[in-house]
Nanobody, 125 residues
Framework: QVQLVESGGGLVQAGGSLRLSCAAS????????MGWFRQAPGKEREFVAT????????YYADSVKGRFTISRDNAKNTVYLQMNSLKPEDTAVYYC??????????????????WGQGTQVTVSS
């Protein structure tokens, strides 16, 4: 079992930055691939970014590529999402997710087994 708790959301002006954190419980965090997803009002949840268990590989949605960076610190059981050059269309609830996997970059929500409760990000124009 893995429990995930996101933090770092808030209100920011367009062009600003935020860093989201996702703290995971459990001693086997380093065995899990991690991902970030988001859901805007009235829309389906969508993939944002994913990172392998080692942090050696990452993959991003086209909509955030070049602006967002996913990273992890296995010693702290934490995964991060650095969000720069934020746009109003980035407004959403952001969720982190985990799946025990030592290969690949899971890019769909169906591949993940554990989810956090979400943190709200609001970008004003």
């Amino acid at each position: 079992q893995v429990q995930l708790v996101e933090s770092g959301g808030g209100l920011v002006q367009a062009g600003g930055s935020l860093r989201l954190s996702c703290a995971a419980s459990g001693r086997t965090f380093s065995s899990y691939a991690m991902g970030w997803f988001r859901q805007a009002p009235g829309k389906e949840r969508e993939f944002v970014a994913t990172i392998t268990w080692s942090g050696g590989s990452t993959y991003y949605a086209d909509s955030v590529k070049g602006r967002f960076t996913i990273s992890r610190d296995n010693a702290k059981n934490t995964v991060y999402l650095q969000m720069n050059s934020l746009k109003p269309e980035d407004t959403a609830v952001y969720y982190c997710a985990a799946v025990r996997r030592d290969w690949g970059l899971p890019g769909t929500e169906y591949e993940y087994d554990y989810w956090g409760q979400g943190t709200q990000v609001t970008v004003s124009s």
